[in-house]
């Protein structure tokens, strides 16, 4: 296997169109909610139903998450745009058209870094965004030979994001779409739940045999509809084409479908049969004209980013590039991050309980940090100032994890505080020397390395309670007495 | 007996008496039944208490079915009332009926109708006009005070000139769109028919006004109704020599020469201009109206309401091509290919794009006329009267031609109304007055003056 720029000979080049749901409680231009997972036909009005005489109102709040998605994505926002009917006949499209937007979308010429696994940190050129309605949903395995329809999902709102034929490995591909999800998480534009269909790849295929030669012919893959299929589906895709002008056929413009079952791409139609949309700007709405305030209040609203946030990670608690990464992974683990040395911890403790303990008891309770921020930090001091041992901190944070409570608390509850008191820890070791007089005389002869077998019987004697760092001191003065 | 009840058992008794018109697709037992059960319900203190208004079959009603003149609306019963409907529910009015007329709101004779033309009140032989000519027929036949009509291009205004009454299409924007089925959805209104200026613009008042429903609706507050002036003293009226071609009919040009002379007696500066891009108003009017017309009738495919084709469910397109060709009659069908090919990839810019250029220029025309002092234009509303049933069916262009004087006003968003003006061999003039955007009172003003002085019932 070669680079990125040079598969068996040829270059591989790639675009996206990725569709995500924005993250609205109600339709793009009804007030129905956009809840998934709902009875089927449960949250419909006229609106939504395309009922005849209806008419759309557009949601503020989608378009304003269309604005900050396109802030986050760098692109230009354009104070007018226009809506725009696109015309398919499907019976999950109640009106026969999706609201969309065509000639003057809301928002153009962005860009997205991402790390390449082949190229390093490259940038891909934001083409387009738009916002759009979604369509509802056919189901064809509900009812035996017929198709059923739930139209929950009508009118639900989406941005589409187009970027240009920027990638030259299914592996790029993936690693822009892991950005992206990223970043729509991030800035609260959308749940990026591929579950739930809220985020989708459409992907432009074609081949060349130089980055000089002008772009082969594409085809478009459509239904990928997870992160693992897209290098499944580009890669078939890609040498598929390979394999046709290996052959000497040329690749003719198609649409192909990935079936993920038999991990297969399939050849949906031709060019000539492809679709017409007929757009035409919507005549029930007027064009989109933001209010002048509406970028500025949105580009406050868009919290600080991945990459610029993991590299003041670094900058600023001095942690490596690595624990910045997966500290910034997500927001949520991020801010509590940020909590717990806020309440006082030491940053690079703080990183190794997080992506430790937190991270680990995380996965196993659906993602929950359940161990409030300032209880961490507490613990962590509880460490630091010797009154837990690193081993005991880690029961204490289990239990303060499954039942809540005051950590020094807990740890006195369990019994787990270290005992730095001199009378204690005399007596704990006046009883272990009395007890082995044979290891003492071994000892007193020379055998030092039995020190560590008194400090074992001591911790023993003590359940653990005696700080081990003090345990040696008491121990020297009272065998060289 | 409340004065609402006795007005819905007269006006249930009135239309019974003129079925032989087809004006009204609701049934007798059901329109009884309806009438008297808004009549229980409606409020006292309401403006228009007690008031009966027919109801185009295309404006959504919960009592009756919105068929729209279509077999493929066929028991259709929205679950939702028009805001125009709510509006004159709140008033007090009573929906009496859906009224007849050509399917989907398009032709200008209520023969494209699915089911049956109407017949002109005054001469069976002759069509009421279109497409509200259900509506335009009944205030004709005085059964009601007033109608909801809806206007795409001139569906008001050309039935209402044809059966000799008062038809108001507001400007664009007036009056709330939801629940009026969509044809040319940058082009329709609401509109209204009355027995007088008065009846119909009582009616305008109560349905405008803002709707949050409707992005395309002016926020703006319901129209105020003007008084009636004493005369038009001041008032600039414009004669738009484009209006009267030397192929005029003869007695609509007369009715129309007596009309301006009473203008102009009653006190109206009177003058001729020009709006030079009119000959290419119908042929935008053909282009625009069916590409919105194609997308606006997708939804009526057999998948969620009205008739499905039987034994089609096999194949998705089979449903849609069986379902569509038998539900749709042949002018809608032949509108929504002339749309879809206009809007096809190819065809778009040469077509679509350069419709709405023409139409940008038909609208500066009107801009230009009102900016140099013109209040109001005055010209003929159809270049006939009534024609004979049949006498265009054959001829779409023909039947299309009928609406050359009023279709601008769509066009540009304008308000226009249509008065009664005088009669030829029986058959009634209208005339029409277009105003600028949303002047809708200063047009009724002069409606309510010509209306006063214009002897409509004598020929002209």
Known sequence: MTGAANHRGWETVIGLETHVQLSTRTKMFCACSAAFGDPPNTNVCPVCLGLPGALPVPNEQAVKLAVRAALALQCTVHPRSIFARKNYFYPDLPKGYQISQFEEPLATSGSLSFLSPERGVVSASIVRLHVEEDAGKSLHDRFPKATAVDLNRSGVPLVEIVTGPDFHSPGEARAYLLELKHLLEYAGISDCDLEKGSLRVDANVSVRRSSGDPLGTKTEVKNINSFAFVEKALGLERDRQIAELEAGRPIAQATMLYDSKANAVRHQRSKEHSHDYRYFPEPDLPPLVLPAEWPDEQRAALPELPAAKRERFVAQYGLPRQDAAVLTHTRAVADYYEGVVHAGADPKPAANWVMGEALADAKDHGEALRVPAGSLAELIALVKGGTLSHQAAKKVYAEVAAKGGDPRVVAEALGLIQVVDAGALATWVDQVLAASPAEVARFKAGEAKLLAFFVGQVMKASKGKADPKLVPGVLQEKLSA | ?460
């Open chain 2, 1 to 460: 007996m409340s004065d609402a009840v006795a007005s819905a058992r007269a006006t249930a008794e009135r239309i019974s008496k003129l079925r032989r018109l087809n004006a009204v697709l609701t049934k007798q037992t059901e329109l009884r039944k309806a009438l008297l059960a808004q009549a229980a319900a409606a409020r006292p203190t309401g403006v228009l208490y007690g008031m009966p208004v027919a109801v185009k079959a295309n404006i959504c009603t919960l009592e009756f079915e919105t068929s729209c003149g279509s077999h493929i609306l066929e028991g259709y019963r929205s679950p939702y009332d028009a805001t125009a409907i709510a509006r004159l529910k709140a008033a007090g009015a009573l929906i009496a009926g859906a009224t007849n007329c050509d399917e989907f709101a398009m032709g200008s004779s209520t023969e494209h109708s699915a089911f049956g033309r109407t017949l002109h009140p005054l001469d069976k032989t002759r069509v009421p006009g279109g497409s509200s000519g259900g509506s335009a027929a009944l205030v004709a036949a005085g059964a009601v005070p007033a109608a909801l009509g809806s206007e795409t291009g001139g569906s008001v205004r050309q039935p209402a000139a044809f059966c000799g009454v008062v038809g108001i299409k507001p400007t664009y924007g007036r009056v709330s769109r939801y629940g009026l089925v969509a044809f040319g959805s940058s082009l329709d209104q609401i509109g209204v028919f009355g027995r007088s200026v008065h009846d119909a613009a009582r009616v305008l008042s109560v349905i405008s006004g803002r709707d949050l429903r409707d992005n395309t609706c002016e926020d703006r507050d319901p129209l105020r109704l003007p008084t009636v002036p004493e005369n038009l003293d001041g008032f600039v009226i414009g004669i738009p020599r484009e209006y009267f071609p030397p192929d005029l009919d003869p007695g609509v040009r007369r009715a129309c020469e007596r009309a301006i002379r009473i203008l102009r007696e009653l006190g109206a500066a009177v003058r001729e201009v020009s709006l030079p891009h009119t000959p290419y108003a119908v042929p935008t009017y053909y282009i625009i109206a069916p590409a919105e017309a194609s997308s606006n009738l997708a939804r009526y495919d057999g998948v969620r309401y009205g008739p499905r084709a039987e034994g089609s469910l096999a194949d998705v397109r089979a449903l849609y091509r069986e379902t569509r060709g038998s539900g749709f009659g042949a002018e809608v069908r032949r509108r929504i290919l002339i749309g879809t090919y206009v809007l096809s990839s190819g065809y778009y810019d040469a077509y679509y794009r350069k419709a709405q250029q023409v139409r940008a220029l038909i609208a500066q025309d009107f801009r230009n006329v009102f900016d140099r002092g013109v209040d109001l234009l005055f010209t003929p509303t159809t270049p006939t009267p009534a024609f004979k049933a049949g006498a265009k069916l054959a001829d779409p262009v023909q039947m299309y031609l009928s609406d050359i004087f009023v279709c601008t006003a769509n066009l540009a968003g304008l308000p226009a109304l249509s008065l009664p003006i005088g009669r030829v061999k029986g058959l009634p003039i209208g005339g029409q007055l277009i105003g600028p955007h949303f002047l809708e009172d200063e047009m009724l003003e002069a409606a309510y003056a010509l209306e006063r002085a214009v002897p409509a019932a004598e020929e002209a």
